[in-house]
Nanobody, 121 residues
Framework: QVQLQESGPGLVKPSQTLSLTCTVS??????????WSWIRQPPGKGLEWIGA???????YYSPSLKSRTSISRDTSKNQFTLQLSSVTPEDTAVYYC?????????????WGQGTQVTVSS
């Protein structure tokens, strides 16, 4: 079965760059036609989509975050990464990686467990 796991520092200083890695097992990140996404949930708030990278390496970003976001991948390691620059305390959240079906339903069918990232004041 497909499994995803987030990893990276849990504490980031303001103005620095948040970097997370999602390691995928049980399926290839190059398989047609899946997308691999990053989502976050600030405390007490709803889910916010950050961006994604698809099976071909094309990237997509939330308009509100695109100027600070970079998503990339390492196909040899079956990993994709998130970099969010110039962070503030408002970026504190649980960060998830997830697979998205490449069809009209866009079902988020597999999720990582999530990792807490805190931006210190």
């Amino acid at each position: 079965q497909v499994q995803l796991q987030e990893s990276g520092p849990g504490l980031v200083k303001p103005s620095q760059t948040l970097s997370l890695t999602c390691t995928v097992s049980g399926g290839s990140i190059t398989t047609n036609y899946y997308y691999w996404s990053w989502i976050r949930q600030p405390p007490g708030k709803g889910l916010e989509w950050i961006g994604a990278i698809d099976y071909s390496g094309s990237t997509y970003y939330s308009p509100s975050l695109k100027s600070r976001t970079s998503i990339s991948r390492d196909t040899s390691k079956n990993q994709f990464t998130l970099q969010l620059s110039s962070v503030t305390p408002e970026d504190t959240a649980v960060y998830y990686c997830a697979r998205v079906q490449g069809n009209l339903a866009r079902l988020y069918d597999y999720w990582g467990q999530g990792t807490q990232v805190t931006v210190s004041s």
